[in-house]
């Protein structure tokens, strides 16, 4: 069993989970997950490594709740235990000295991508942060990366904080830098992710985003997980999470994203009244 250290809604919907999880600890380096279960029989989650502490022996992940199993997480409580924690799973970011490196984040890509920044400006880059919310009160973790960023930009979809936009205001901001940008690294949602490939690759800026398929055993073994990238078959467990997002097939990856769509929200529902019209309109579709 694996103890709950710490568990906090850190802004609305957004959770943070601190896990005692030594050997994961241990092993972790930035860009890995680990697959969580909330309870025995329960479904299991990919959940990438926000953070971890070697000699305390505690991961910290951070998630939106947005269904069943992501829910039930939300509302563990420290000292509460968890059946399954499985991982580092996938390989790890690639940490090269590339020059500025652009780190483009949003929703629970802002914990996700605060090892990678902190890992690339140790290696010398120059570190240019964008944050990216529907508005400045989703904004969190904003000290940590202000400490590794040498720059760091915010766009709010209200305007209320930074530019007033999403992540397709990416070239305005990219020219206003007026300094040639070697990389950029985009964790999030899978809009932010596609959205901002969209807007780098005419650029010609190398783009590496880590990939959210759906997920199940987490080690090549279910097929799952399958993306195309670069016209070849690829599973984002082991050969990825991160991949050239140029080459990424993103249609292909929103549809497969959507499979389960009946199943992740029929157990959300509560009056069988709904579920019976919910499988009605299923079936004209
Ligand atoms: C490598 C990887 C890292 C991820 N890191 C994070 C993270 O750090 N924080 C975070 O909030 N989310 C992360 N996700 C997405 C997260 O796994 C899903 O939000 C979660 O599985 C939803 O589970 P649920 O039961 O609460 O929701 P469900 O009701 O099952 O599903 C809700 C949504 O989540 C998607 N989803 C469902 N099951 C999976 C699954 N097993 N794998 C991926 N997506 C799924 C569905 O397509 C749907 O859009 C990551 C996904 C991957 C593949
Ligand atoms: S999750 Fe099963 S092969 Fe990747």
């Not at 010609?204 to 987490?218: A, E, F, H």
Request: net charge neutral.
């Amino acid at each position: 069993m694996f103890r709950v250290i710490a568990s906090k809604m850190i802004v609305p919907n957004m959770h943070l989970l601190t896990l005692a999880a030594p050997a994961v600890a241990r092993e972790a380096k930035p860009g890995q997950f680990v697959i969580l279960r909330a309870e025995e029989e329960g479904e299991r989650v990919p959940l990438s490594l926000s953070d971890w502490d070697a000699q305390s022996g505690t991961i910290t992940v951070v998630f939106m709740s947005i269904g069943s199993t992501t829910g039930r997480l939300a509302l563990l409580a420290p000292g509460a235990s968890i059946p399954t924690v499985v991982g580092p799973l996938g390989n790890a970011t690639e940490i090269e000295n590339y020059g500025t490196v652009v780190c483009v984040c949003g929703c629970y890509g802002i914990g996700s991508i605060f090892p990678i920044a902190l890992a690339l400006k140790r290696k010398g880059n120059r570190i240019i942060t964008i944050m990216e919310a529907r508005s400045s009160y989703l904004f969190y973790w904003e000290e940590r990366l202000e400490a590794i960023s040498d720059k760091i930009i915010h766009i709010t979809r209200d305007g209320t904080k930074g530019h007033r936009g999403h992540v397709g205001r990416l070239p305005e901001i990219l020219r206003g830098l007026e300094e040639p940008v070697d990389r950029i690294i985009a964790n999030g949602c899978t809009f932010l992710m596609k959205r901002t490939s969209d807007e780098t690759r005419p650029l010609g800026i190398k783009t590496m985003v880590s990939l959210n398929p759906i997920m199940i055993d987490g080690t090549g073994m279910c097929g799952v997980c399958r993306v195309t990238v670069g016209s070849v078959t690829r599973f984002a467990c082991v050969h990825g999470p991160d991949f050239d997002a140029h080459q990424v097939d993103w249609e292909e990856l929103l549809q497969r994203r959507k499979t389960y769509m009946p199943e992740e929200v029929v157990p959300l529902r509560t009056s069988r009244c709904e579920e019976r019209h919910f499988r009605s309109q299923e079936g004209k579709s």
